[in-house]
C-alpha cells in the first residue's frame, strides 16, 4: 500500500540553482528505500521539504492518499513523520531521556518537569525494539552509535511511522552498522517505513527493498533493489561507469616527515587524557591512516597535527625538529597543507567567494606593492576550478555550493603546491562516488609527489581502501598499528572494529599481520 507520493517537487535558489526539478518520489509502507546521487544531485533538499525544512516552490505532497501541507517538522511529527540527521542534535550534558522528550516533556502539576515518568516512558520504548541504552545516561557518555539509536528513539516517541535517516553510517563501526541495520529490519516488521539517504552502495544493496536514483535535481531512475547491483547504480548516479580500484604503489621515499613522541592532552577536570602518550610516525611518500570511533583522540590528534591546540606533553617533530608550540601559519611556512574535518567553518569562509577561499592561505603570492593582482588571482582561481572540476564560477559564494564541492575547493587551495606534510581528517564524509574517488586520487597524487599523509577518518572503509598503514585509537590511545593489505573482508573490518571499540587489550602490531591467512586463523580461534 503507497504510503507517500511527492508530485512534481520544484525547488529554486538564488542564482537559478534548480535543487529539485519536478521530482516524483513515491513510497510505499512497510519498506526501506534508498535515495541515491551525487552531491548537489537534490536527494537532501527533497527530504528537507518532506520534513518541513524547505518549502517546495512547486509540487505537492499526498500522505495516505491526502493531499498535506508540510511548513515545519512539527508539521511533519504530528503525520508522524521523523528526521534522523547526519549531524545528531542532540544535548551532550543532557541525559537520554531528557534528549528525547524535549519540547514536549511530561509535565507535573502542569508545571513541573517530570523526570521520572519521562525515564520510565523512554525506557518502555528502548525495551520495546531491543535499544541498548540506559534513559538516564548522558549523553557525553555514549558511543556513537548509541547517540544515533537516542535520535531513533526520538522520533518513536514522538510516534513516527516514518523515519528519514541522513547518511546513517558514516561514523559508525562495523559492528554498530549491523546493529542499525539490524534495528530498521525490525522496524520494517512492527509496520515502519524506511527511508535512507547514502552514498555507501554496498549498503544499499545490504538494507533496502527500493532506490532511487536522483543526478541533477531530477529522478532518473528507480529500482528493486535485488533487480540492480553496484557498478549499474553508480553508473545511474553520474551518467558514467565508475572505477572504484584506486592505484596505491607504495614505496616509503625517506625519513620520518611527522612523528608524535609520547604526546599527551589533558582534560582539565578529567582523570583520562584526551590524548595518551601517542607514538606515531609519518614518513615521506606514506599514507599513514588514523580509525577510529569519533570522540577516542581523533579531533585532539589533527588539531594538534595542524598547530591549532598546544599539548601537554611529549613531543610532535617535523622533518626531525620539534615543532610543538608552533603555530598553523608557522607551520603552513615549513610546508604543512591542512584539510580539516570541519569544512564549512574552520576549512571554509562561506561568505566569501570562491576566488578568496582559494587564496586565503598565500595571498602573499599575489602582492605587489601592497596591492593584490586581480589579473594573476583571476587566472590562478579560473584554473583551479577547472582542474579540480569545481561545479561554481570563481565569483559566487562558496556557501551556495553543494558539500563535495566546498571539499574540491578546500583540496584545490590546500593540495596545490609542494607541501612536506598532508593533515587530512575526514575527507570524504558526505561525499558521494564521484568526489570520493577525486579527493582520493589528489590525496595519492600528493604522496606519489613526496609528501607524508596522515589521513584520519573514522570511516574505515576509506583507510583500508587507500593508506598504506593504520593505527588504530581508542580512548586517546594508539591500541593498534599494522600495515594495509587491503583486506575489505567483513572478518577484517570487524576485528579492526573491535579495537575501536575497546572490545579488545592486546596491542596489535604489524608482526602479528603477516599474511591475511594468519589473520583468519588468529581471528577464528579467538572469536570461538
Not at 181 to 189: G, P
Amino acid at each position: 500500500m503507497q504510503l507517500l507520493e511527492m508530485k512534481g517537487i520544484t525547488k529554486l535558489y538564488a542564482d537559478d540553482l534548480v535543487a529539485n526539478d519536478s521530482v516524483d518520489f513515491s513510497l510505499e509502507e512497510r519498506e526501506i528505500h534508498a535515495i541515491v546521487g551525487e552531491n548537489g544531485a537534490g536527494k537532501t533538499t527533497l527530504m528537507k521539504i518532506l520534513y518541513g525544512l524547505e518549502q517546495p516552490d512547486s509540487g505537492s505532497i499526498l500522505f495516505r492518499g491526502v493531499k498535506k501541507s508540510i511548513h515545519s517538522p512539527l508539521d511533519a511529527n504530528r503525520l508522524g513523520i521523523g528526521m534522523v540527521h547526519q549531524h545528531f542534535k542532540l544535548i551532550p550534558d543532557f541525559t537520554v531521556a531528557e534528549n528525547v522528550v524535549l519540547g514536549i516533556e511530561p509535565l507535573r502539576a502542569k508545571i513541573f518537569v517530570d523526570h521520572v515518568t519521562a525515564a520510565r516512558e523512554i525506557r518502555r520504548v528502548i525495551e520495546s525494539h531491543g535499544f541498548s541504552i540506559d534513559p538516564n545516561a548522558r549523553v557525553r557518555s555514549l558511543t556513537v552509535g548509541q547517540m544515533q539509536q537516542v535520535e531513533i528513539v526520538k522520533m518513536l516517541y514522538r510516534k513516527a511511522e516514518l523515519l528519514i535517516l541522513d547518511e546513517p553510517t558514516s561514523v559508525l563501526t562495523e559492528q554498530e552498522i549491523d546493529s542499525l541495520f539490524s534495528t530498521l529490519r525490525s522496524l520494517r516488521e512492527d509496520g515502519k517505513t524506511c527511508i535512507i539517504i547514502t552514498h555507501k552502495l554496498q549498503e544499499v544493496m545490504d538494507i533496502s527493498d527500493r532506490v532511487t536514483v536522483m543526478r541533477k535535481g531530477g529522478v532518473v531512475a528507480v529500482r528493486s533493489t535485488s533487480e540492480v547491483d553496484k557498478a549499474e547504480l553508480s553508473r545511474l548516479m553520474v551518467g558514467k561507469n565508475m572505477l572504484f580500484q584506486l592505484d596505491r604503489k607504495y614505496a616509503a621515499c625517506g625519513d620520518s616527515a611527522l612523528e608524535f613522541k609520547d604526546v599527551t592532552i589533558r582534560q582539565r577536570g578529567s582523570n583520562r587524557p584526551l590524548l595518551d602518550r601517542v607514538n606515531l610516525t609519518v614518513r615521506s611518500c606514506e599514507i599513514v591512516g588514523v580509525a577510529g570511533v569519533s570522540g577516542n583522540g581523533l579531533g585532539e590528534l589533527e588539531d594538534s597535527a595542524a598547530g591549532l591546540r598546544r599539548i601537554d606533553s611529549g613531543q610532535i617533530l617535523f622533518d626531525g625538529q620539534d615543532i610543538s608550540g608552533l603555530s598553523t601559519g608557522e607551520l603552513r611556512a615549513r610546508g604543512l597543507a591542512y584539510v580539516p574535518a570541519d569544512r564549512l567553518h574552520r576549512g571554509s569562509s562561506l561568505s566569501s567567494t570562491v576566488t578568496e577561499n582559494l587564496i586565503v592561505t598565500n595571498h602573499h603570492n599575489f602582492l605587489r606593492a601592497g596591492f593584490l593582482k586581480s589579473g594573476k588571482i583571476r587566472h590562478y582561481a579560473t584554473k583551479l576550478v577547472e582542474s579540480f572540476a569545481i561545479d561554481g564560477g570563481p565569483r559566487i559564494a562558496i556557501g551556495t555550493l553543494s558539500g563535495g564541492n566546498i571539499q574540491k575547493v578546500i583540496l584545490a587551495r590546500e593540495l596545490t603546491g609542494e607541501a612536506k606534510i598532508v593533515v587530512v581528517s575526514e575527507p570524504t564524509w558526505g561525499l558521494d562516488v564521484a568526489s570520493s574517488q577525486f579527493v582520493y586520487e589528489k590525496i595519492l597524487e600528493m604522496r606519489s609527489a613526496g609528501a607524508g599523509i596522515l589521513f584520519i577518518s573514522s570511516n574505515l572503509d576509506e583507510i583500508i581502501g587507500i593508506a598504506d598503514s593504520i593505527a588504530v585509537m581508542y580512548r586517546g590511545k594508539v591500541v593498534g598499528f599494522l600495515r594495509n593489505e587491503q583486506d575489505q573482508s567483513k572478518e577484517f573490518k570487524e576485528f579492526i572494529g573491535e579495537y575501536m571499540l575497546g572490545l579488545r587489550d592486546d596491542f596489535v602490531s604489524p608482526d602479528d599481520f603477516v599474511s591475511r591467512d594468519d589473520f583468519a586463523v588468529r581471528a577464528k580461534g579467538e572469536s570461538s
